[in-house]
Nanobody
Framework: QVQLVESGGGSVQAGGSLRLSCVASGGTFSSYMPGWFRQAPGKEREFVTAITYNGVYYTDSVKGRFTISTDNDKNTVYLQMNSLKPEDTAIYYC???????????????????WGQGTQVTVSS
């Protein structure tokens, strides 16, 4: 059973940057679709980005600011977040899916493995 463990969250001022990491233990991201979701207080978990065999997808609100990448040698997926805004404040979750040819829209139901989440707080 794969275990996903996120790190890199924290508090930052608006305009700042953070890089989240997610390591897969007992498994890999190779031949899977890795993705990131986030959940703000009182809101549903929302899609942020994913890498599929068809390409890389981002939700509109993070396009041009966030970048997802993978290092298969390290079984790790990253989320580089630049120009952070207070509305980016949320718990960020790493996820893995077997649906490698999936196209938008992406739902949490598309992903079978999840990390525990890491808090990102952006102050104005």
């Amino acid at each position: 059973q794969v275990q996903l463990v996120e790190s890199g969250g924290g508090s930052v001022q608006a305009g700042g940057s953070l890089r989240l990491s997610c390591v897969a233990s007992g498994g890999t991201f190779s031949s899977y679709m890795p993705g990131w979701f986030r959940q703000a207080p009182g809101k549903e978990r929302e899609f942020v980005t994913a890498i599929t065999y068809n390409g890389v997808y981002y939700t509109d609100s993070v396009k041009g600011r966030f970048t997802i990448s993978t290092d298969n040698d390290k079984n790790t997926v990253y989320l580089q977040m630049n120009s952070l805004k207070p509305e980016d404040t949320a718990i960020y979750y790493c996820a893995r899916s077997l649906l490698v040819i999936k196209r938008p829209p992406f739902s949490p139901k598309d992903f079978s493995s999840w990390g525990q989440g890491t808090q990102v707080t952006v102050s104005s």
